[in-house]
Every structure is written in structure tokens, then in C-alpha cells.
T-cell receptor, first 117, second 114 residues
Framework: AQSVTQLDSHVSVSEGTPVLLRCNYSSSYSPSLFWYVQHPNKGLQLLLKYTSAATLVKGINGFEAEFKKSETSFHLTKPSAHMSDAAEYFCVVSDPWDGGSQGNLIFGKGTKLSVKP | KAGVTQTPRYLIKTRGQQVTLSCSPISGHRSVSWYQQTPGQGLQFLFEYFSETQRNKGNFPGRFSGRQFSNSRSEMNVSTLELGDSALYLC?????????????FGPGTRLTVL
């Protein structure tokens, strides 16, 4: 069975400093991996996704993530944090095409990112 | 293209009542999934519908049910509401192909059970 572990429930950075949000996954197959962001009282927005193409994935708003199979990790990074990045971030795993079922995303517990001025 | 819409956005019910939530997917999307988000349990998968058929189900009691219509719109129903059903219910739609497994989420329906 797949699972996702987000190693930090809360990360605090200063504006202009790098962001690192850590995620480890467990999957029996070659998984699809995603990072979603949720701003307060808003829905979930996809930041980026990995689907077995390039291991370094670039997303929106300057975020990127690297898939490391040997470490079963998919950490999210950004070189320079902005105040607007303050939100909750979810690492998500999905099994590949599995008899047609695509709807079962497994979410991590989330990491709240705070950005100090 | 319009995004995923959910109605109503907020709902207050009392224990024992039932509730129906609605989700309209992005035009052309045939898969609709439902998730429950609570502070304690996080985001949990409820079920997925594709072409009017439920093809995947999470670990929730039978009080939680859903359906999908021929235009891909979906509804979920919760009967005999309990206090613990208070949550944000999120709907997501996707094209549901191997290379199109990205899910697009609606803003959610905030259900409060008193």
C-alpha cells in the first residue's frame, strides 16, 4: 500500500531565504507524486507533479521537487521565500494506472509554512 | 474554462439529519473524486466516480454515499449525521487517463454538525 510521510508539520523561514519541505513516500509501484498547496479558506492547488519523466520537476511560483527513488523522497524546494508562500503544503502519492482507477490520492498530513518578514 | 464548483459552500446541520453536497467538474472531465478534510485526520479519500459508476472507495461507513450523473456532475450524501462528520468536503475532477491523472479541486463545502 502507498503512504506518504511529511517530515515536518511546521516550517518557518524568513522572506528571501530558501524553503525545504520534506516528503518520503512508500509505494509498491512507480508512483505518481504531487505537491499541492492550500491557502487559508481556499481549495487545493497543484504546484507540480512527477510521473516518471524527468526526476527534477519544476512547478509554479518558483517551486521545484526532486524525485529520488533510492531515498524514496520527493522534497519540495524554493530558492527564495515570499510572504505569499505562507500556506499549507501537501505531498501526495497516487498509484499508476491501476485498472482504470485514478481517484485515490493519498495525502500526507501537511506542512504549514510560515514566512517571516 | 470554469473550474470545479461545489455547492453549497457552507452548511450547518444537526445530528441525525442528512445532507447532500453537489460538485460540478471541469467541462470534459469524467472522473470525480470526493475527499474529507479534518484537523485530526487530514485529507482522506471518500470515493471516485467515473462514467456514473463508483470505481474506487475509501474507508468510510455506509452512511457516506455518492452518485454521478450523465453530465459528470456528482453528489455525495451523508445520512444520520454525527458530530464527527463536521469537515471540509472537497471534490476533485480529472480527465482520468494514464497521462492525465492530475486532479483539480473545488473550493470545498464546509459542513458543521451541531
Amino acid at each position: 500500500a502507498q503512504s506518504v510521510t511529511q517530515l515536518d508539520s511546521h516550517v518557518s523561514v524568513s522572506e528571501g531565504t530558501p524553503v525545504l519541505l520534506r516528503c518520503n513516500y512508500s509505494s509498491s509501484y512507480s508512483p505518481s507524486l504531487f505537491w499541492y498547496v492550500q491557502h487559508p479558506n481556499k481549495g487545493l492547488q497543484l504546484l507540480l507533479k512527477y510521473t516518471s519523466a524527468a526526476t527534477l520537476v519544476k512547478g509554479i511560483n518558483g517551486f521545484e521537487a526532486e524525485f529520488k527513488k533510492s531515498e524514496t523522497s520527493f522534497h519540495l524546494t524554493k530558492p527564495s521565500a515570499h510572504m505569499s508562500d505562507a500556506a499549507e503544503y501537501f505531498c501526495v502519492v497516487s498509484d499508476p494506472w491501476d485498472g482504470g482507477s485514478q481517484g485515490n490520492l493519498i495525502f500526507g498530513k501537511g506542512t504549514k509554512l510560515s514566512v517571516k518578514p | 474554462k470554469a473550474g470545479v464548483t461545489q455547492t453549497p459552500r457552507y452548511l450547518i446541520k444537526t445530528r441525525g439529519q442528512q445532507v447532500t453536497l453537489s460538485c460540478s467538474p471541469i467541462s470534459g472531465h469524467r472522473s470525480v473524486s470526493w475527499y474529507q478534510q479534518t484537523p485530526g485526520q487530514g485529507l482522506q479519500f471518500l470515493f471516485e466516480y467515473f462514467s456514473e459508476t463508483q470505481r474506487n472507495k475509501g474507508n468510510f461507513p455506509g452512511r457516506f454515499s455518492g452518485r454521478q450523473f450523465s453530465n459528470s456532475r456528482s453528489e455525495m450524501n451523508v445520512s444520520t449525521l454525527e458530530l464527527g462528520d463536521s469537515a471540509l468536503y472537497l471534490c476533485a475532477s480529472s480527465l482520468a487517463g494514464r497521462e492525465n491523472n492530475e486532479q483539480f479541486f473545488g473550493p470545498g463545502t464546509r459542513l458543521t454538525v451541531l
